[in-house]
Structures are given as structure tokens and as C-alpha cells.
């Protein structure tokens, strides 16, 4: 589902010029809006770094 990813990005992009975020910001954004598989991939990802989740 490549589209629906590429969809996501131009999304979060537009969301980031809107909101004037700085870098460190944009992060802590797309991860608050993980759903689904996404999610389950950060949170394993976040684990196996020995981080929060």
C-alpha cells in the first residue's frame, strides 16, 4: 500500500509547513500519528533500542 503511505507523508508534510515545525518536532508528530501497523512497528522498534514505548 505504497500509495497510502506516500498519501500519509504529504499529509504530515503539509501539517509541518502549517505548524512552522522544527525538525526535532516533526518526529514527535509523525509518531503521534502512527496507527495501526505503523504503531506496532514503533513501539517494537522502541523496544528492541531498549526505549520507551
Not at 523496544?47 to 514505548?53: E, V, W
Request: overall charge negative; some cysteine; glycine content about 8%.
Amino acid at each position: 500500500v505504497p500509495v497510502d503511505a506516500e498519501n500519509w507523508i504529504s499529509h504530515m508534510e503539509k501539517i509541518f509547513d502549517v505548524m512552522g515545525c522544527e525538525d526535532a518536532f516533526r518526529t514527535r508528530l509523525a509518531v503521534y500519528k502512527f496507527e495501526g501497523n505503523a504503531l506496532a512497528w514503533w513501539k517494537a522498534y522502541k523496544q528492541a533500542k531498549g526505549g520507551d514505548t
